[in-house]
C-alpha cells in the first residue's frame, strides 16, 4: 500500500518522504509466525542516484529503509530543502 505526505525525521531533520508498505511476507517464528512487513521510504535529494541511507528492523520482524532519490525531486511538495 502507498500513503502520501509523511515526515520523518532523516540525519536531524524533518523530511516528507513517499512511504511503501509491504506485509504478507515470511511467517516470523520470532512473532507468533504472523508475516514479516517492511516499509521504503523515499526521499528526495537532489544529489543522490538512488542510494540507501538506512535499512533497520524497528520491531521484531518489521523492517524499514530509507532511500534517497532525485526522482522525487521533481513533485515540489517533496522538493529538498537544505
Not at 41 to 59: D, G, W
Request: net charge positive; aromatic share 8%; glycine share 4%.
Amino acid at each position: 500500500s502507498v500513503k502520501e505526505m509523511c515526515t520523518k525525521n532523516t540525519e536531524k531533520q524533518m523530511t516528507l518522504h513517499y512511504p511503501v508498505e509491504m506485509g504478507n511476507g515470511t511467517p516470523c517464528s520470532f512473532s507468533q509466525n504472523l508475516p514479516q512487513s517492511s516499509t521504503v521510504m523515499y526521499i528526495c535529494h537532489p544529489q543522490a542516484k538512488h542510494k540507501i541511507l538506512s535499512i533497520a528492523e524497528i520491531t521484531t520482524c518489521e523492517y524499514e529503509g530509507v532511500i534517497l532519490t532525485r526522482l522525487l525531486c521533481s513533485r515540489p511538495k517533496y522538493r529538498f530543502r537544505a
